[in-house]
């Protein structure tokens, strides 16, 4: 059975400095991986998915994601967080061409001025 | 192009009624997938829907059921409402080429049900 898990319901971070989400996922087969960010009063918004090709991956707003499958990891950063980063973060798993997709529970990510 | 349009934005039931919630996909996009998120228990899949029928479903009970129209708007009804229903109903639509699994999805801004 596919999981997720997100390290962290809140993450606090200055202006400035590197951003990191951590995702760890459990997947019988390889995955497709997804990080999703939700602004207040908002659906979700795709940042970055990874479909088996190169295992950095590079998303909208600056953010990047690097699958490791030894590590079953595929952790979200971003070099300096800016306040408008201020959102909550979801993580994804699902099988290749599957019918299911598994969210974890997701990571508020706080900037400090 | 428009993004996902989803109505009413807000919507105070009590328990025991029905309510139907609404879901306008993007333009040229068959499939339809509804998601339910609660503090509790995060996202949750409800179901999809593809030209028209059920393409999958997720662990909800049958008081949970959609329907897509020719134009590939889609439906949400819960009827009998219980307290627990309470939750931000999300939509999203995609091609459909492949399936929740790996289409990209565009969600819509969401529907809040309170259930009094």
């Known amino acids: 059975a596919q999981s997720v898990t997100q390290l962290g319901s809140h993450v606090s971070v200055s202006e400035g400095a590197l951003v990191l989400l951590r995702c760890n996922y459990s997947?019988?087969?390889?995955?497709?991986l997804f990080w999703y960010v939700q602004y207040p009063n908002q659906g979700l918004q795709l940042l970055l998915k990874?479909?088996?090709?190169?295992?950095l991956v590079k998303g909208i707003n600056g953010f990047e994601a690097e699958f490791k499958k030894s590590e079953t990891s595929f952790h979200l950063t971003k070099p300096s967080a800016h306040m408008s980063d201020a959102a909550e973060y979801f993580c994804?798993?699902?099988?290749?061409?599957?019918?299911?997709?598994?969210f974890g529970k997701g990571t508020r990510l706080h900037i400090l001025p | 192009k428009a993004g996902v349009t989803q109505t009413p934005r807000y919507l105070i039931k009590t328990r025991g009624q029905q309510v139907t919630l609404s879901c306008s996909p993007i333009?040229?996009?068959?499939?339809v997938s509804w998601y339910q998120q609660t503090p509790g228990q995060g996202l949750q899949f409800l179901f999809e829907?593809?030209?028209?029928?059920?393409?999958n479903k997720g662990n909800f009970p049958g008081r949970f059921s959609g329907r897509q129209f020719s134009n590939s708007r889609s439906e949400m009804n819960v009827s009998t409402l219980e307290l627990g229903d309470s939750a931000l109903y999300l939509c999203?639509?995609?091609?459909?080429?492949?399936?929740?699994?790996?289409?990209?999805?565009?969600f819509g801004p969401g529907t809040r049900l309170t259930v009094l």
């Open positions: 999203a639509s995609s091609t459909g080429t492949s399936g929740v699994g790996s289409d990209t999805q565009y």
């Open positions: 997947s019988s087969v390889p995955p497709y």
């Open positions: 990874y479909t088996s090709a190169a295992t």
């Open positions: 994804a798993v699902s099988e290749a061409q599957g019918d299911k997709i598994i």
């Open positions: 333009s040229g996009h068959r499939s």
């Open positions: 829907y593809f030209s028209e029928t059920q393409r």
